[in-house]
């Protein structure tokens, strides 16, 4: 795979910017300058994790949000104290997050203060670490899947085999749609789900450069779990 420059003559203030032969349909970049100045600054070796931890947490939120804009409504009665007016309220079954064990939980926190009433699955997958294959140790989902809505939250999709393997898991359950939310990924995880699973939207805050051979991303921000909670 080729390097970017780290300078893109088509947009100079962009870095890292998406490999021109990366397909980013059904990717969603959220681009907002708030989401991308706090990732620079989690991306950055000398934030702690107290910071990090609380960085993740702002994103999460931000991104919760863009995530949830297609949300459905109906329209309901409601009395203000001046007058009587009709309207909107969320649509459904509540939402449910799913966070792939550990480096998702990292994200539950914030979106969940956005969307306080969603539920919660838990995957455990860990990589295989000579393989990089998805190994399954934890499934926990809430009831009624079939009449709900959910999104996957993972803050790195590197290889794309744990986001495969978890969407293939929860497809057995048939739910209503399923999204993927990871705040970066890298072209050949972007591929990876999409090849399996075009039909999942990825929202991501950043499409960086290229896996490296331990499928850690580049740039990247290092392991994910570790920097949110200061393991090494
Ligand atoms: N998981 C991480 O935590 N970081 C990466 O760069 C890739 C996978």
Redesign the pocket.
């Known amino acids: 795979m080729s390097k970017l420059p780290l300078k893109n003559e088509s947009n100079s203030k962009v870095y890292p910017t998406p490999l021109p032969s990366c397909d980013l349909k059904n990717v969603h970049v959220i681009s907002h300058p708030l989401v991308q100045h706090k990732l620079t600054l989690m991306r950055k070796i000398e934030t702690r994790t107290s910071e990090f931890r609380a960085l993740l947490y702002e994103l999460s939120q931000l991104m919760a949000y863009e995530i949830t804009r297609d949300m459905a409504v109906h329209m309901e009665e409601i009395q203000t104290p001046l007058e009587q007016l009709m309207s909107p309220v969320i649509n459904g079954k509540k939402l449910v997050f799913v966070s792939i064990l550990r ?1 998702g939980n990292g994200i539950l926190d914030g979106v969940l203060s956005v969307v306080p009433s969603a539920r919660v699955g838990h995957i455990g997958l860990y990589r295989d670490p000579t393989t990089l294959e998805a190994i399954e140790y934890y499934f926990k989902m809430p009831t009624q899947m079939e009449q709900r809505d959910v999104i996957v939250v993972d ?2 999709l ?1 290889t794309g085999h744990t986001a495969i393997a978890a969407v293939d898991r929860l497809k057995g359950l048939s739910p209503k749609s399923i999204k993927f939310l990871s705040l970066i990924t890298c072209p050949e995880g972007i591929k990876a789900l999409h090849d399996r699973h075009p039909e999942v939207p990825i929202y991501t805050a950043c499409v960086d450069r290229e896996l490296n051979e331990h ?3 580049l740039p ?6 570790d920097r949110i909670y200061g393991t090494k």
């Not at 990247?220 to 779990?225: E, H, I, P, S, Y």
């Open positions: 480096a803050p790195m590197a499928g850690y991303i990247g921000l290092g392991d994910a779990g």
